[in-house]
């Protein structure tokens, strides 16, 4: 870029821009007020100094002049930009935000990988990528330019983000971050995108999530993209990754504690009519009392838990894997299991407390005189099925977590809802007029232990789980560190 002033009789030109770009025109040199001719040996330590002070995080520029001619007009920088005289270096820093570092750090952690495309000179990029930690200790870094791509095929742009190498894009133009989106898309990556310029908006356009800015963008950037941040801070984004990972963990919990209970509801049914038992366990009434009295609100409060602690720890999970994956389903069926075995179990206890042979449907008969215990043993089948919900509802709250290290009782909605659930059994059980309704009966003391241990079992054999899958990802961590320890090492 160069600037035309008028001084007197005669025209001066000041010219900036990047050393690669400007050296290359100088013809002399302004060494100690004096000038001297310019030599390939001055041009070599004119750029080693360039080079330091880009490997300072710098951004350099050098300012040159030059004498125009008096009857020169046309002032293009074909006839400005030439002949020109060195005067020197100007180096100048934009800091990295302080939240950047810990935000790159947090990325890396949880398996995002960062690729740096900038216009900036190729040693000032890396400086800056290695001070902000998106280049970690001796990795090897392969930077790349603007010109490099140009010669190379999308194969050999593939092979290059294939390798297991830090990759920056310097001296790059807005067509070239286009072309990079284009080649991590082919090779099955999600990739997201942040630009602020006009240029940016094809290559916003083309990622899977164009991130633009808030402050700084333009509109046509801001159209384009999926995503706008307000603050135009690289932190918001991770911290939108850990939100998001959050919402979709919340959702799976939610999965999990109604399809779990919903077993329990069915599996009593099912023990029933193949072994022979001869009496329904449970009530119409008493299964629509489950879904809509004990089962909505608990379900909504696990949808306002916070992410735990570690889900950036995580790597992405693959795009392919569905909400109900295998690991859901397994964790649906252990928790179901335990609950239907309880609930099948508290009706039997009370019924053969009472002197119940297997098979014998009289009971049922409203006029039997061992209907009561009959509507004991329905109340318990429910109260089983509630109990199971709160010791599951709270074992949802974490994946791998255990809820002891984040608080029993930090989801307050959680704690009302499961209250409000043994509220309705409460009243199902001990109000006469509601209890008629219900076909229920009043539970005794002994059955409100056998209901305590029912969920205590459950509540521990699921931080049990969690125990022994946090035990697993630790070893797979430690495997893992070994592996890259002896591949640093080789």
């Given at each position: 870029m160069s600037v035309v002033h008028a001084e007197g009789d005669g025209q001066k030109a000041f010219v900036k821009g990047a050393l690669s770009e400007t050296i290359g025109r100088c013809t002399r040199l302004c060494l100690n007020g004096e000038l001297v001719p310019m030599t390939d040996e001055l041009r070599e330590r004119i750029t080693a100094q360039n080079d330091e002070m880009s490997r300072q995080a710098l951004r350099v520029l050098a300012v040159c002049e030059r004498d125009l001619p008096g009857e020169l007009t046309d002032f293009t920088p074909d006839t400005v930009e030439t002949d020109l005289t060195f005067l020197g270096l100007v180096g100048m820093i934009d800091p990295p935000r302080p939240e950047v570092t810990e935000a790159v750090e947090n990325a890396l952690t949880a398996g995002i990988r960062i690729i740096m495309v900038t216009g900036d000179y190729g040693l000032t990029a890396e400086a800056i990528a290695r001070r902000i930690g998106i280049v970690r200790g001796d990795r090897n870094v392969r930077i790349i330019t603007g010109t490099d791509l140009e010669k190379m095929t999308e194969d050999d742009l593939k092979a290059e983000l294939d390798k297991p190498q830090d990759v920056i894009f310097a001296r790059v133009a807005p067509e070239h971050k286009m072309e990079v989106v284009s080649a991590l898309k082919d090779m099955g990556q999600i990739v997201a995108v942040t630009g602020d310029g006009v240029n940016d908006a094809p290559a916003l356009k083309k990622a899977?999530?164009?991130?633009?800015?808030?402050?700084?963008?333009?509109?046509?950037?801001?159209?384009?993209?999926?995503?706008?941040?307000?603050?135009?801070?690289?932190?918001?984004?991770?911290?939108?990754?850990?939100?998001?990972?959050?919402?979709?963990?919340?959702?799976?919990?939610?999965?999990?504690?109604?399809?779990?209970?919903?077993?329990?509801?069915?599996?009593?049914?099912?023990?029933?009519?193949?072994?022979?038992?001869?009496?329904?366990?449970?009530?119409?009434?008493?299964?629509?009392?489950?879904?809509?009295?004990?089962?909505?609100?608990?379900?909504?409060?696990?949808?306002?838990?916070?992410?735990?602690?570690?889900?950036?720890?995580?790597?992405?999970?693959?795009?392919?894997?569905?909400?109900?994956?295998?690991?859901?389903?397994?964790?649906?069926?252990?928790?179901?299991?335990?609950?239907?075995?309880?609930?099948?179990?508290?009706?039997?206890?009370?019924?053969?407390?009472?002197?119940?042979?297997?098979?014998?449907?009289?009971?049922?008969?409203?006029?039997?005189?061992?209907?009561?215990?009959?509507?004991?043993?329905?109340?318990?089948?429910?109260?089983?099925?509630?109990?199971?919900?709160?010791?599951?509802?709270?074992?949802?709250?974490?994946?791998?977590?255990?809820?002891?290290?984040?608080?029993?009782?930090?989801?307050?909605?959680?704690?009302?809802?499961?209250?409000?659930?043994?509220?309705?059994?409460?009243?199902?059980?001990?109000?006469?007029?509601?209890?008629?309704?219900?076909?229920?009966?009043?539970?005794?003391?002994?059955?409100?232990?056998?209901?305590?241990?029912?969920?205590?079992?459950?509540?521990?054999?699921?931080?049990?789980?969690?125990?022994?899958?946090?035990?697993?990802?630790?070893?797979?961590?430690?495997?893992?560190?070994?592996?890259?320890?002896?591949?640093?090492?080789?």
């Open positions: 899977d999530i164009g991130v633009a800015m808030g402050l700084s963008g333009t509109d046509v950037s801001r159209e384009a993209a999926t995503m706008i941040l307000l603050d135009d801070s690289f932190a918001s984004i991770i911290k939108a990754v850990e939100q998001g990972r959050g919402v979709y963990a919340n959702v799976k919990k939610m999965v999990t504690y109604i399809f779990s209970h919903n077993m329990a509801e069915l599996f009593p049914f099912v023990f029933a009519a193949l072994g022979g038992v001869g009496l329904v366990p449970l009530g119409a009434l008493q299964v629509l009392a489950i879904d809509l009295g004990s089962d909505v609100l608990p379900g909504l409060a696990l949808g306002t838990e916070q992410p735990e602690p570690g889900v950036m720890n995580l790597p992405p999970r693959p795009s392919s894997e569905r909400l109900m994956s295998g690991a859901t389903l397994r964790r649906v069926v252990f928790i179901g299991v335990i609950q239907s075995i309880f609930a099948v179990a508290g009706f039997l206890y009370v019924l053969l407390s009472h002197g119940w042979t297997w098979g014998d449907a009289s009971w049922m008969n409203p006029g039997s005189p061992h209907y009561m215990i009959y509507r004991e043993a329905l109340t318990m089948t429910q109260a089983a099925i509630v109990a199971g919900q709160v010791a599951n509802g709270f074992g949802c709250r974490t994946e791998r977590e255990s809820l002891f290290k984040i608080g029993l009782f930090t989801n307050r909605f959680l704690v009302i809802g499961e209250l409000i659930g043994i509220g309705i059994i409460l009243v199902i059980s001990y109000v006469p007029f509601v209890a008629d309704i219900f076909k229920t009966g009043p539970l005794t003391l002994a059955d409100w232990g056998f209901l305590a241990i029912s969920a205590v079992v459950l509540f521990f054999a699921e931080e049990a789980r969690k125990w022994l899958l946090r035990r697993k990802d630790a070893r797979v961590a430690a495997a893992a560190a070994t592996a890259t320890g002896r591949e640093s090492a080789s």
